[in-house]
C-alpha cells in the first residue's frame, strides 16, 4: 500500500474542501450488531476480568469507622465490604449462608448483620454469631457457615477486591501513577479537543446542527502522538491522604498551547488571528485570505 506523506495527505484534504468532495471506501462497512450487544461476550469479560483481577469496590472513606459497610454488586455478585473492629476492611459475599438473602443494603454502619428473612445473624468479621430456634438445626456447625469471604485489599484510598483468589499488591502499586496519568492525558487531550475540533454549531433557525456523534468532532486516541509527562508532588496538607484534584491540569494549558502554536507556525504567512476550533478548513481559509492581502 502506498503511505501518503503529510504534505500529500494536507493538500489532498484542502483540494476536498475546494471541490466539495470527501473520500469513500469501496463498499459500506457493517458492524455485526452482535459486536456490542453479544451476552456471550460480557459474561466472558466478567467471568474472565472482572471477577479475576483485583477491582476497586469502595472508596476508604465511604468505611471510615468500625462497622461502617457498603453492599452492592460487583461483576454481578452480591458484595459487602466492612470494616472490622480491628480497622481492617473485610468484603464477603452477600448471601446469608440459610437460604441465600443478602444480609445487607447499601451503606451504613452495623453492628452486627442480621439477614431480614430467619434472623441469622453474622459478626463484621463474618462470623455466624447466632441463629433464632437453633435447635431446629440440628448438627448445624455454626463456624461452618460464616459468609464467604472475598479477597480485600485496602490500598491508595480504595477498597479493593478479587472474587477469585488473592489480590496481587504488586499490581496495584502500579495504580497511581496510572490513574493520575490517565487523568492528565484525558485533561490534555480535552484541552486540545476544544482547540482542535470542538464545536456546538447552529443554523440561521437555531437548530443544533452538531446534535448527535457524527457530527460533533470529538477527539480521539488514534489524532494524538505519545506525550511525555512529568510530576512534581506535593500532597495537600489539608486532608489525610494528601490528594488533591488532577483531572483539568492539562486542560487549562494545552488549548492555549495548540493555539499560539498554530499562530507561530502561521506568522510567516501573515496570518494574525485564528479563532477555534482550529479546523483543517479554517486554517485553510485564514491561509489564503492572508495570501490574498486579507487581515487574517
Ligand atoms: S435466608 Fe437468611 S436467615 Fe434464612
Not at 469502595?58 to 472490622?84: H, Q
Request: aromatic share 6%; charged share 20%.
Amino acid at each position: 500500500m502506498l503511505l501518503m506523506n503529510d504534505a500529500l495527505v494536507a493538500q489532498r484534504v484542502f483540494d476536498h474542501i475546494a471541490n466539495g468532495t470527501t473520500d469513500m471506501g469501496d463498499q459500506v462497512w457493517r458492524e455485526p450488531v452482535a459486536n456490542y450487544r453479544q451476552q456471550e461476550r460480557l459474561d466472558r469479560e466478567i467471568e474472565q476480568v472482572l471477577r479475576r483481577f483485583a477491582t476497586p469496590f469502595c472508596p476508604s472513606v465511604a468505611l471510615a469507622d468500625a462497622g461502617s459497610y457498603v453492599a452492592r454488586r460487583a461483576a454481578g455478585t452480591p458484595l459487602v465490604a466492612v470494616r472490622g473492629r480491628d480497622g481492617v476492611v473485610h468484603a464477603f459475599r452477600n448471601v446469608c449462608r440459610h437460604r441465600g438473602m443478602e444480609v445487607a443494603a447499601g451503606s451504613g454502619c452495623a453492628k452486627v448483620f442480621v439477614c431480614g428473612y430467619h434472623g441469622w445473624a453474622y459478626g463484621l468479621d463474618g462470623r455466624l454469631q447466632h441463629v433464632p430456634h437453633e435447635h431446629g438445626f440440628p448438627g448445624l456447625e455454626k463456624d461452618q457457615h460464616a459468609l464467604v469471604p472475598v479477597s480485600t485489599v485496602e490500598r491508595h484510598g480504595l477498597v479493593f477486591v478479587n472474587q477469585h483468589g488473592p489480590i496481587d499488591e504488586s499490581a496495584l502499586e502500579e495504580f497511581p501513577p496510572l490513574l493520575a496519568d490517565g487523568q492528565r492525558l484525558g485533561g490534555i487531550v480535552q484541552g486540545l479537543g476544544q482547540a482542535w475540533c470542538e464545536e456546538v454549531r447552529y443554523d440561521e433557525n437555531g437548530q443544533l446542527l452538531t446534535a448527535t456523534l457524527m457530527d460533533y468532532a470529538l477527539p480521539r486516541a488514534a489524532m494524538f502522538p505519545r506525550f511525555e509527562l512529568d510530576m512534581t508532588c506535593t500532597p495537600s496538607p489539608l486532608n489525610p491522604l494528601g490528594a488533591k484534584g488532577i483531572g483539568e491540569l492539562g486542560t487549562i494549558g494545552a488549548t492555549p498551547c495548540l493555539v499560539s502554536a498554530a499562530l507561530d507556525a502561521l506568522a510567516p504567512l501573515g496570518v494574525t488571528q485564528l479563532d477555534m476550533p482550529l479546523k483543517s478548513e479554517r486554517l485553510w481559509r485564514a491561509i489564503r485570505d492572508a495570501a490574498a492581502g486579507g487581515t487574517r
